[in-house]
């Protein structure tokens, strides 16, 4: 059984800052790919960013020089530092992650329950 449990959403002015914070816990050998999406009202979820095993980062470009994504293997947690917010931004903030549980088990897809971030003008 694995769980990504999200935390670090919020309210915040525009300009200001949050930090997203995502862990994984359970049966986890390796991860490969840990990605964070969002979802505004009445739009489909969207990639935000990405940060594959070797630290390789992607980024949308509505986001780009704006927010970071970062990793920590030990503690198999992923980060979203969201500087310059936007009410754009303003959406729920989903923890994606490809891992497998051992060494011979295929890799699966995990998400996590969300979080609201709300930016207001």
């Known amino acids: 059984q694995v769980q990504l449990v999200e935390s670090g959403g919020g309210v915040v002015q525009s300009g200001g800052s949050l930090r997203l914070s995502c862990a994984a816990s359970g049966s986890i050998f390796s991860i490969n790919y840990m990605a964070w999406y969002r979802q505004a009202p009445g739009k489909q979820r969207e990639l935000v960013a990405t940060?594959?095993?070797?630290?390789?980062?992607n980024y949308a470009d509505s986001v780009k020089g704006r927010f970071t994504i970062s990793r920590d293997n030990n503690k198999n947690t992923v980060y979203l530092q969201m500087n310059s917010l936007k009410p754009e931004d303003t959406a729920d903030y989903y923890c994606n992650a490809v891992l497998r549980a051992g060494w011979n088990l295929p890799w699966n897809n995990y998400w996590g329950q969300g979080t609201q971030v709300t930016v207001s003008s």
């Open positions: 940060i594959k095993s070797g630290a390789s980062e």
